[in-house]
């Protein structure tokens, strides 16, 4: 078994762990939508009660997320 390891580039950060909450948010609105027969608002307000306050600045807006 062959195992590659690469040298980190110039542009290494740490990771941000509310990025991950975006994507769970962004997922789940898909997935909402595509299933479901809830209005756009519905959803984006449910969905938006449940992810932590720290990440709001990064939200994009709602017209984006719909």
Do not use: Q, W, Y
Not at 6 to 27: A, G, T
Not at 48 to 56: S, Y
Request: charged fraction near 25%; charge should be negative.
């Amino acid at each position: 078994m062959e195992v590659l390891l690469k040298e980190p580039s110039e542009h290494s950060h740490v990771p941000d762990p509310d990025r991950l909450h975006l994507i769970r948010l962004k997922n789940e609105i898909k997935s909402r939508g595509a299933s479901s027969d809830e209005g756009a608002s519905t959803i984006l307000f449910d969905v938006l009660r449940t992810i932590p306050l720290t990440i709001t600045t990064d939200l994009p807006t709602n017209g984006a997320l719909l």
